[in-house]
């Protein structure tokens, strides 16, 4: 039977410190850098169980991110997954792709697919952030994971 697992967890980009898990490794020479549109990030974040980063760890979000908005709202497209280390999720992982509008209260992505325990995944991901620096850029977000697998 096919099951739904709502899942917490708090991701952490951290551009800063002497480990960042989060490189900007492409950026593009645009009239307008304060935009950064064209930039590729690619990320090893730690997935934490609370909300700080010395919270439990229970995984890694490994993938990339592009700015990709001319505009308005700043936009990121994502391509991620969440590769789970702990407890009974261990070993399994969730792949996660979509745009997010950073800077809006809640933000939708998709799941993507599964593996593991989220074999055959489907469902979705909401994302609020729960802190930014703006001067060293690092960012904890809650995401909260409604996934659908047997
Ligand atoms: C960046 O773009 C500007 C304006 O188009 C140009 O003058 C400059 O040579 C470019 N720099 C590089 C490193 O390509
Ligand atoms: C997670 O699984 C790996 C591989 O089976 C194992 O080595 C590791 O001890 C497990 N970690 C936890 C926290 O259970
Ligand atoms: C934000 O980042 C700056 C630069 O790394 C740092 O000096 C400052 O303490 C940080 N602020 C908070 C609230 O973490």
């Known amino acids: 039977m096919e099951k739904l697992t709502h899942l917490q967890v708090y991701w952490h980009d951290k551009p800063s ?44 979000a490994q993938g990339s991110y592009v700015l990709a908005s001319l505009g308005q709202p700043p936009a990121v ?11 009974e999720y261990n070993g399994s992982t969730i792949s996660i792709a979509g745009r997010n509008t950073v800077l809006s209260a809640v933000r939708e992505m998709s799941i993507a697919g599964g593996t593991g325990v989220f074999r055959f995944a489907r469902g979705y991901v909401q994302m609020r952030t729960h802190f930014f620096n703006f001067t060293s850029g690092d960012a904890s977000v809650k995401y909260d994971i409604y996934v659908l697998h047997y």
């Open 77 to 87: 497209i994502m391509s991620m997954t969440f590769a789970f280390t702990a407890g």
């Open 17 to 60: 410190g002497p480990i960042p898990t989060t490189i900007l490794v492409a950026s593009a020479n645009f009239t307008n850098p304060s935009i950064g549109f064209g930039s590729i990030i690619v990320i090893d974040d730690a997935l934490t169980e609370g909300p700080e980063l010395d919270s439990e760890l229970i995984g890694r």
